[in-house]
């Protein structure tokens, strides 16, 4: 005879499903509201009967619809937190509510599994007192994340208050996102939306795909600008309406325009000067890293509600790339 769930104990997280998460899985959406947990460690709270919509257990497949107020019986996550290490940040803007950092590329956001130190979220250890807790004691103060090897602009939360008032632009859309990418190949049009629902690769499952009528891909919706054309080449500026994980990678991919020097995507690492000069013995590497940079970012302030826009440029390996392109690879 199985073993019967323990009902819930102390008070529930109450989470109130938004407009724009209506229709997803309940596990998904669970791990979208509480990032300190894993997806698999949230299916067995589920599978516990520790979840309830309408004082009902539900199961991870259900579908939770806008306005449902979701009650979670949380275990309580273990009290440790990234080290806090010296590492220098370019801080872009700075207020007693909210930071704006300009990522590098190669940082991780923050630690997991082979990536425990050298993070960003280390380095906000260190700078700053105070952060929000709401990502949990591993993403103290990040309300978003950026890949290791993409760099650019991201928004982190100093206290609580703050982190809810941002997550809730990121969940409603209302967040401007923009970045710069240079591609392999040419799109055949100027600008364009890319419309393609995104899921786990069917076989790797580190990576992301497009997964049309599958139950568990979610709709995804890049449009795409084209900046300059080159032989072989182009630079594309990127809004992501959506933000799904590795969206912009893999929707360029899918139209045959992978992201320059994106190894998972586009199946190379590097690119050097000879290859696109044409000098085989010139063996300059330029880039070694995928060529996306999150340049623009236009929010609410979370307390006072003023527009805040920001904008870094390129840094110096895609600049590089781009004035040899413009040397030896103009249309």
Not at 1 to 29: C, I, N, S, T, Y
Not at 38 to 50: C, D, E, P
Not at 242 to 264: E, N, W, Y
Request: glycine share 8%; charged share 25%; with cysteine.
């Amino acid at each position: 005879m199985p073993r019967r769930a323990k009902p819930p104990q102390g008070e529930p997280l109450v989470l109130v499903v938004p407009p724009a998460h209506a229709g997803a899985r309940l596990d998904w959406f669970l791990a979208q509201q509480l990032p300190a947990y894993s997806r698999t460690h949230l299916r067995r709270v589920i599978n516990a009967a520790q979840v309830r919509i309408a004082g009902r257990r539900c199961k991870a497949a259900h579908r939770v619809q806008a306005g449902e107020r979701v009650e979670v019986y949380l275990p309580e996550l273990p009290r440790t937190g990234p080290v806090p290490e010296p590492i220098p940040l370019e801080i872009v803007y700075e207020d007693e509510d909210l930071v704006v950092v300009n990522k590098p590329a190669g940082m991780v956001v923050h630690p997991g599994r082979g990536n425990w130190r050298g993070t960003l979220a280390g380095a906000l250890q260190y700078h700053f007192n105070e952060l929000s807790t709401q990502g949990g004691p591993s993403r103290p103060g990040l309300v978003h994340r950026l890949d290791r090897d993409t760099s650019g602009l991201l928004v982190v939360a100093r206290h609580d208050q703050a982190h809810a008032a941002l997550a809730e632009q990121f969940a409603s859309r209302s967040v401007h996102k923009e970045y710069l990418a240079i591609c392999c190949g040419q799109p055949e049009r100027d600008r364009d939306w890319i419309d393609l629902p995104i899921g786990i690769h069917p076989y790797q499952r580190e990576k992301m795909a497009v997964r049309k009528e599958h139950p568990h891909s979610r709709p995804a919706q890049s449009f795409y600008e084209v900046c300059e054309r080159f032989r072989g080449f182009s630079l594309l500026r990127l809004l992501p309406k959506t933000g799904r994980t590795h969206q912009l990678r893999v929707h360029l991919a899918s139209i045959g325009c992978p992201v320059l020097c994106d190894k998972q995507y586009g199946g190379r690492s590097q690119i050097t000067l000879g290859e696109l000069s044409g000098s085989a013995a010139d063996g300059t590497v330029l880039l070694a890293r995928q060529a996306l940079h999150a340049c623009r970012l236009k929010l609410r302030h979370p307390l006072r509600g003023h527009l805040l826009e920001f904008e870094v440029p390129l840094p110096a390996d895609m600049q590089a790339v781009i004035a040899a392109l413009r040397e030896y690879r103009r249309l």
